[in-house]
């Protein structure tokens, strides 16, 4: 995944919008405090519960398919940022319309809570497509038709990217969440 984020960081060097400009340091230079976290889906629970004994400067989450009840808050999470990004929420058998399976994970009392929700307090950032990028359409983390979370040119992408190098103002904010396509799930 580090070289997947560092791909593109390199690619957008070479479109003229280096991810890095607003602080002029990669991610290696700027300290050994420096921690950061990215995790998708079920690792999302496992991340969060380490991320307990270590504090990190930001916990990105994606896909998530929830955290568990004693992790109800963003600052649970000892990150000094915190971000998260889930596709519309949608079933199995309407392929390419949204993450089938996220809100699946969250409707268990394991892990119910959704770090993109209102009142858990995360940093939301779209992945629905925007900034003239194309949106997650699937709950993959790469895809064979470019609509998983890490694929290349998605705003999910991007948006982790910028997340994980300590540029997070510049994540494109969803504004509205994206109405599930069913009355599923808990967003």
């Known amino acids: 995944m580090a070289q997947l984020v560092a791909r593109f960081v390199r690619n957008e060097e070479v479109r003229g919008s280096n991810p890095l400009r607003s602080t002029g340091k990669a991610?290696?230079?700027r300290g050994p405090s420096s921690f950061?976290?990215?995790?998708?889906c079920m690792h999302v629970a496992t991340m969060s519960n380490s991320a307990l004994e270590r504090p990190v400067d930001a916990f990105v989450s994606v896909g998530s398919a929830g955290l568990p009840p004693q992790i109800d808050q963003a600052n649970d999470l000892h990150a000094e940022q915190v971000f998260a990004g889930q596709a519309?929420?949608?079933v199995s058998w309407l392929p390419g319309s949204g993450d089938a399976w996220a809100w699946v994970g969250q409707a268990s009392p394991l892990h119910p809570v959704d770090p993109t929700?209102?009142?858990f307090g995360?940093?939301?950032?779209?992945?629905?497509?925007?900034?003239?990028?194309?949106?997650?359409?699937d709950h993959?983390?790469?895809?064979?038709?470019?609509?998983g979370y890490f694929d290349r040119d998605t705003q999910s992408l991007r948006n982790i990217a910028l997340a994980t190098t300590g540029q997070g103002e510049l994540v494109s904010r969803e504004s509205t969440p994206a109405p599930p396509l069913?009355?599923?799930?808990?967003?």
């Open 117 to 119: 929700g209102s009142g």
């Open 122 to 137: 995360a940093e939301v950032f779209d992945v629905n497509g925007g900034d003239g990028r194309a949106g997650a359409r």
């Open 140 to 147: 993959g983390a790469l895809t064979n038709d470019g609509s």
């Open 36 to 40: 950061r976290r990215l995790t998708r």
């Open 88 to 90: 519309t929420d949608t």
């Open 182 to 187: 069913l009355p599923i799930g808990t967003r």
């Open 27 to 29: 991610p290696a230079q």
